[in-house]
């Protein structure tokens, strides 16, 4: 496990000026961490929110701090914004070392959470959490699994993350089939009516936080009706009934990963593979 006792953690998040719960998966991991008693000291940080990344490091004196970001993918935030407003980095700069000493400080930049190998289980686990128990559920190799992003052309990681999910659950052989489905990007959401090879489809979003694209984009991005989506969300209730049925198939539509209970324990593992570099 590692001694921890004498660090602080930092966990990083994107946060929102409009989306209350873009924030959520963040606190909710580090007041979970801060129970476990593992640290000395947690702290939240945002690029949207305050505290914000350049000032979250002031005031900790922990002689060693690691920082953890709750993002999806290596990418733009992962490898420029965060170092440079930490200043691991200069502008621009996306090679550097990932331990630094500054100010007295040992300060371990770790990787961010959605490219773990124990995503896997917490995009399994969403699916088992979608289609739920009883007489209605789908067998597995009766089901085609879709992991949905935003994607991005200005950033390919942001679909490898994806991509590289998709591939290592097909090897499971869980599922008649797995497939990518994206936002911006093809294949597009209301691509998975002809790319499921069965009339079951199962539809995780790839995402940390719940919010504005997927409790309503994607779900209208689906088939559901926009006006009857808003109302819903407005009023707080759920956007998706599982299972919906569309085109001749019946959906299951599941929360974000962000908020799986099991990123905590991602988060530790971020922190030992980290500290295993200075051993």
């Known amino acids: 496990?590692?001694?921890?006792?004498?660090?602080?953690?930092?966990?990083?998040?994107?946060?929102?000026?409009?989306?209350?719960?873009?924030?959520?998966?963040?606190?909710?991991?580090?007041?979970?961490?801060?129970?476990?008693?593992?640290?000395?000291?947690?702290l939240t940080g945002f690029w949207?929110?305050?505290?914000?990344?350049?000032?979250?490091?002031?005031g900790v004196y922990s002689p060693r701090v690691f920082v953890v970001p709750l993002f999806i993918s290596e990418g733009y935030f992962t490898e420029e914004v965060i170092p440079?407003?930490?200043?691991?980095?200069?502008?621009?700069?996306?090679?550097?070392?990932?331990?630094?000493d500054?100010?007295?400080?040992?300060?371990?930049?770790?990787?961010?959470?959605?490219?773990?190998?124990?995503?896997?289980?917490v995009i399994l686990a969403r699916a088992q959490e979608a289609v739920g128990s009883g007489p209605e559920v789908p067998s597995l190799s009766e089901s085609s699994l879709f992991i949905a992003g935003h994607g991005t052309s200005n950033n390919e990681n942001s679909r490898r993350a994806?991509?590289?999910q998709v591939l290592l659950i097909r090897k499971r052989g869980l599922y008649r089939d797995v497939h990518p489905i994206f936002m911006e990007e093809d294949p597009r959401i209301a691509d998975?009516?002809?790319?499921?090879?069965?009339?079951n489809l199962i539809v995780v979003p790839f995402f940390i936080s719940d919010g504005l694209h997927s409790y309503e984009d994607i779900p209208v991005m689906l088939g559901a009706s926009a006006e009857i989506v808003q109302e819903r969300f407005r009023r707080g209730e759920p956007t998706w009934t599982n299972p919906t049925t569309i085109h001749g198939k019946r959906v299951w539509y599941g929360r974000s990963i962000g908020t799986?209970?099991?990123?905590?324990?991602?988060?530790?593992?971020?922190?030992?593979?980290?500290?295993?570099?200075?051993?």
């Open 1 to 42: 496990m590692g001694d921890f006792s004498d660090a602080a953690l930092v966990l990083l998040g994107h946060g929102s000026t409009v989306n209350a719960d873009s924030a959520a998966p963040t606190h909710q991991h580090a007041e979970e961490l801060r129970r476990r008693g593992v640290f000395a000291k947690v």
């Open 48 to 58: 949207k929110e305050h505290p914000a990344f350049s000032g979250v490091l002031r």
């Open 84 to 100: 440079r407003e930490l200043g691991l980095a200069e502008r621009g700069q996306t090679l550097f070392p990932k331990v630094q």
């Open 102 to 121: 500054r100010n007295g400080r040992q300060i371990h930049y770790c990787g961010p959470v959605g490219t773990h190998a124990r995503m896997t289980e």
């Open 162 to 164: 994806i991509e590289d």
């Open 192 to 199: 998975a009516y002809t790319l499921g090879e069965t009339d």
């Open 260 to 279: 799986a209970p099991m990123l905590a324990d991602v988060v530790m593992d971020r922190v030992r593979e980290s500290a295993a570099t200075v051993l």
